[in-house]
């Protein structure tokens, strides 16, 4: 199955996802990185982590953005470390999302619910307490145990074509399938669209949110690249894809997970439910700010550039003057942000306030992850640099007296500034 890939690692990504162009422009290629999820305990430390090649190109044909390269998801999702439910905004996040699902599309009673990349199974659960039969496919295994265990059937599984096939025969049809924070993640996307396609029931829908585009070039979300997300979607490019899977996009909303993510409604060419509004209004707000072109990502690329070389001078500073460094927040995206940045020989330790980090090193460059015992000291690190940047305001509000007690805190994004 994995074929092309480089010593089953990875492979140059040569034409476009969506409409299968090769006529794709480089419009920036960071600084090659491990793998954003790969925290290590110390027992770990002398593998040596390879890294991948982490460029982004533009599709000249249909405008859709996507990375260079494309690592074995065997690698990257098979042990899966991020568990929706361990977060209550994530878990009133898939309440609402079902609620609006039952409110807006009114699915048959009792039919079934397939939710693909079902994680822990923290969506599906509303689904069955509601009466819906609810089937999950995730290829984390540890995740697909702990969500048998808890009552949701799942296969543990990619989705693919093949593999709706057999759902097919042994469930029968869905009447919605749901798919979030995956299609982003997915290379091959006419696949699995063409599974979901197999599975839906004439008059179902097939909903999925993922990260938004927009969202990533207004509010510099650049350290979201990294190998996991392979596609940065915004809604033009999809419409000609699901027009040319058989599909047609008939809602979409902006939902403001992840930073900023869409909720994109899908069904059959021939199915019964009209286009709501909302996708004319979508599409003119992204023309407006031309996401039908290379600019928005283009101009990205160089604010991070700028970026880059007025955090390292004040790096360069800090250093001179013999000062220390250290960092806050250890999430996946830290690791794009500590490679690009070159911060990695900078920093010399990372606090984490969640205990399953604290006692692992970073990806690649090891830099221990340790809990917030530290800022209770007398004499405190002069510099902390936030890399867990978007709860910024939360972490220094909670770490108040660092600043009390002389020490200053380094905002990186979305603009530089020091505390
Ligand atoms: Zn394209």
Redesign the pocket.
């Known amino acids: 199955m994995f074929n092309s890939f480089t010593d089953n690692k990875f492979f140059k990504k040569e034409?476009?996802?969506?409409?299968?162009?090769s006529?794709?422009e480089l419009v920036s290629e960071f600084k090659s990185t491990p793998l954003a999820n790969d925290f290590v305990p110390s027992t770990l430390l002398d593998i040596n982590q390879p890294l991948y090649p982490l460029g982004i190109l533009f599709?000249?044909?249909?405008?859709?953005v996507q990375l260079s390269h494309v690592v074995n998801p065997k690698l990257m999702f098979e042990h899966y470390v991020y568990v929706s439910s361990t977060s209550q905004s994530f878990v009133n996040h898939f309440k609402d999302y079902e609620i609006s699902i039952l409110e807006k599309y009114s699915p048959t009673p009792n039919s079934l619910i397939v939710d693909i990349g079902s994680n822990d199974g923290v969506l599906l659960n509303f689904f069955k307490e509601d009466g819906f039969k609810v089937l999950g496919v995730d290829p984390a295994t540890n995740l697909a145990v702990e969500a048998n265990n808890n009552g949701i059937e799942t296969i543990n599984s990619f989705f693919t074509y093949e593999l709706s096939d057999n759902l097919t025969r042994d469930y029968g049809k869905a009447s919605v399938v749901v798919a979030n924070n995956v299609f982003a993640h997915i290379d091959d996307l006419h696949d699995v669209t063409k599974g979901i396609y197999k599975l839906l029931a004439d008059d179902g829908i097939f909903v999925f949110e993922v990260s938004y585009l927009k969202q990533v070039i207004t509010n510099n979300l650049f350290d979201t690249i990294y190998h996991e997300h392979l596609s940065y979607h915004s809604l033009i490019?999809l419409l000609?894809?699901f027009d040319n899977n058989d599909m047609a996009v008939i809602d979409c909303e902006e939902v403001d997970t992840h930073g900023g993510s869409i909720r994109v409604v899908v069904q059959k060419k021939k199915g019964p439910k009209p286009v709501n509004d909302s996708v004319g209004n979508l599409i003119n707000m992204e023309l407006k700010l031309g996401l039908n072109t290379i600019d928005p990502i283009l101009s990205l690329s160089n604010k991070i550039k700028e970026l880059n070389e007025k955090l390292n001078s004040l790096v360069h500073d800090i250093k001179n003057e013999g000062l220390q460094l250290i960092g806050y927040g250890a999430p996946a995206k830290a690791t794009t942000l500590l490679y690009e940045f070159e911060l990695s020989d900078q920093i010399d330790y990372i606090i984490d306030d969640n205990p399953l980090k604290q006692g692992l090193y970073t990806p690649g460059s090891h830099i221990p992850v340790v809990n917030s015992d530290v800022l209770r000291q007398d004499i405190v690190p002069e510099y902390m640099i936030i890399l867990a940047w978007n709860f910024a305001e939360q972490i220094m509000e909670n770490n108040d007296n660092y600043l009390k007690k002389g020490g200053h805190f380094i905002l990186p994004l979305p603009n530089l500034q020091v505390y």
Not at 15 to 21: I, P, Q
């Open positions: 034409k476009c996802r969506l409409c299968l162009s006529d794709l599709c000249e044909s249909c405008s859709h490019p000609t894809f």
